[in-house]
């Protein structure tokens, strides 16, 4: 059955960033309800070049219920600067991205280790429901505040643009896919897909949140992908703590039957001391939910975006940046 339009108004405002597959606007809500948050994040694109949000989407569905993966409250069609634009409606992550986040000193190990199993938590659930993510990296990764207190921060994976199911893996060539300094060396030689490319990708994420480098930096991108593919990763640094490094051998091995699954991963020491993250469960999300009752919503106030058909000519005429793979 073919899905319906979100029916709920909302006015685009600025642009929060754009890529390759279009443009992210923060929006307000014309008319709020205690489901919907006041502040949403559009992701847009013209509606003839829409495949991979619409693909975006039907992932998304399947993960309504995972409070540790972006909620998608629907999508809609509509008609701006003379554009057909296709509209994925989306949890705003008021706090940005690890990415934003991430410095040269690295992030205290206390923060990371929550981040970890947030992000662990997702990757079970999507790992169990046979999908690929396929580009796990720090800009994937959202901070939104939930709770409340409106003050507790959860880590939340994004962008499913790249992703594939198992059977899809099986029985078509998926070609490169993701961002190459965070891609498992099985992606890049044999371009064949599992779940344990999510948990190379993560363990180059833990890396570069703990230490503030990434783990594969050079500025020639061909002899990065052959360290990747090639050499084993090197892990020594004097910001990794004994448990921390035990636990990024266990997801930075390059036989990929040999590497620990996310659930395994959970159980691991440098996640023992997180005891304030629970496992995906829809009461808490219906909790969530009911807390914005509570909240006392305010009008915000935006300058829409008048040069939508520019923005997206550039989109169009944009090259990928380096570090990425294409579809």
Known sequence: MEEKQ???KWQRGRTLGKGSYGFVSLASIDTPSPMIPSL?????????????????????????DCPQIIRCFGFNVTYEDDLYLYNLLLEFASAGSLADRINERGLPEFQVQKHTKNILLGLSLIHKKGIIHCD?????????????????????IADFGLSITLEQNR?????HRGTKRYMAPEALIKEKYYPGV???????TVYEMITGKPLWESSNSDQMLDRIKYKEPNIENPKLSTEAKDFLNNCLVRNPSARWSADMLLNHSFLKSVDDVQPPDTKKRLCDGMSLL???????????????????????SDSKDGNSCPN
């Open 136 to 156: 796990i990296k720090p800009q994937n990764i959202l901070l939104t505040t939930d709770g409340a207190d409106g003050m507790a921060e959860v880590a939340k």
């Open 294 to 316: 509570r909240k006392k919503r305010t009008k915000t106030a935006f300058r829409t975006q008048p040069h939508i058909r520019d923005l997206v000519i550039q989109l169009d």
């Open 171 to 175: 029985k078509e060539n998926m070609g």
């Open 198 to 204: 999510d948990i190379w990708s993560l363990g180059c």
């Open 40 to 64: 949403i994040a559009v992701k847009s694109c013209m509606l003839n070049r829409s495949q991979s949000l619409r693909n975006e989407r039907e992932f998304l569905r399947m993960f309504e």
């Open 6 to 8: 979100a029916k709920f």
